[in-house]
């Protein structure tokens, strides 16, 4: 019932920034919980080895990994029904497919969602 889209990966260049979105296709009523999780090259490709990232709540309160502390940035646009991680600093061992991942309630009655998106690669190398 809800799709999310991502974009904003690509390849730069270590000490460079790129900033991610993520799109509900359609109008979210409130958030629980989202998240960007990411999944490094040479590891199993499945969801139990994605590294979470950076989480979000509904009341704006957010919390980031260790590895990533002080150079990401968790943050939603209400408005556009998005979540963005903006990534500054990138090092190569940043290098992964990032996926968004939502927990929302997307209409009045409550009706709720949980669910990814398709990943978006970001690659960090000279």
């Known amino acids: 019932q809800v799709q999310l889209v991502e974009s904003g990966g690509g390849l730069v260049q270590p000490g460079g920034s790129l900033r991610l979105s993520c799109a509900a296709s359609r109008r979210i009523f409130r958030i629980n919980d989202m998240r960007w999780y990411r999944q490094a090259p040479g590891k199993q490709r499945d969801v139990s080895q994605r590294?979470?990232?950076?989480?979000?709540?509904?009341?704006?309160?957010?919390n980031y990994a260790d590895s990533v502390k002080g150079r990401f940035t968790i943050s939603t646009n209400n408005a556009k029904n998005t979540v963005y991680l903006q990534m500054n600093s990138l090092q190569p061992e940043d290098t992964a497919v990032y996926y968004c991942?939502?927990?929302?309630?997307?209409?009045?009655?409550?009706?709720?969602?949980?669910?990814w998106g398709q990943g978006t690669q970001v690659t960090v190398s000279s």
């Open positions: 590294e979470l990232v950076a989480v979000i709540t509904g009341s704006g309160s957010t």
């Open positions: 991942n939502a927990d929302v309630v997307y209409d009045a009655d409550g009706s709720s969602w949980h669910g």
